[in-house]
T-cell receptor, first 114, second 115 residues
Framework: KNQVEQSPQSLIILEGKNCTLQCNYTVSPFSNLRWYKQDTGRGPVSLTIMTFSENTKSNGRYTATLDADTKQSSLHITASQLSDSASYIC?????????????FGRGTQLTVWP | NAGVTQTPKFQVLKTGQSMTLQCAQDMNHNSMYWYRQDPGMGLRLIYYSASEGTTDKGEVPNGYNVSRLNKREFSLRLESAAPSQTSVYFCASASGPASGLYEQYFGPGTRLTVT
């Protein structure tokens, strides 16, 4: 069964600290993996998209890593800011899908305290 | 350039009532999507449209119908609302299919409550 599991479910850190969010998936065959940021009351916004051949991709203070062999990804946030408080969602796209199907994780709720 | 817009933002329905959620994008995208997001669950695909005139069922299509009116607009209709359809509904669009490296752009969502 195709699944995307994220951990932790929630996380609280102090402003300026770093953190790492985890994503494990069983989707196969695999096309690409995405990380989205969703602020409360808003739609998700894309942070990174990686293919199976990419190991790392950065977007400012956000760095995503991918290990396609172990089916694991992580999102590292450096020097956190209050505006980083949001839900971070890992999304996996299967290869060959004609239905536009994406598999969404349940998200990690990050809270950054001053 | 407004991106993806959705109307209404909030709606309360009684069981059995019908309504249509509207979605429009101004990015000339081919693919459009309807998702629902429930507390503690990931987004789930309701329906998908790869291009004008085509629609496909997603993971949870029961109780919904869609219309791809033109390239810009993709509407979602609840014919007889049920409390289980209480959710936040998101519309999204992309240049191409999800299996490609096409970024999906989401609207702000419609918060629907069915009593």
């Amino acid at each position: 069964k195709n699944q995307v599991e994220q951990s932790p479910q929630s996380l609280i850190i102090l402003e300026g600290k770093n953190c790492t969010l985890q994503c494990n998936y069983t989707v196969s065959p695999f096309s690409n993996l995405r990380w989205y940021k969703q602020d409360t009351g808003r739609g998700p916004v894309s942070l990174t998209i990686m293919t199976f051949s990419e190991n790392t991709k950065s977007n400012g203070r956000y760095t995503a890593t991918l290990d396609a062999d172990t089916k694991q990804s992580s999102l590292h946030i450096t020097a956190s800011q209050l505006s980083d408080s949001a839900s971070y969602i890992c999304v996996v796209s299967p290869r060959g899908s004609t239905l536009g199907r994406l598999y969404f994780g349940r998200g990690t709720q990050l809270t950054v305290w001053p | 350039n407004a991106g993806v817009t959705q109307t209404p933002k909030f709606q309360v329905l009684k069981t059995g009532q019908s309504m249509t959620l509207q979605c429009a994008q101004d990015m000339n995208h081919n693919s459009m999507y309807w998702y629902r997001q429930d507390p503690g669950m990931g987004l789930r695909l309701i329906y998908y449209s790869a291009s004008e005139g085509t629609t496909d069922k997603g993971e949870v299509p029961n109780g919904y119908n869609v219309s791809r009116l033109n390239k810009r607009e993709f509407s979602l209709r609840l014919e007889s609302a049920a409390p289980s359809q209480t959710s936040v509904y998101f519309c999204a669009s992309a240049s191409g299919p999800a299996s490609g490296l096409y970024e999906q752009y989401f609207g702000p969502g419609t918060r629907l409550t069915v009593t």
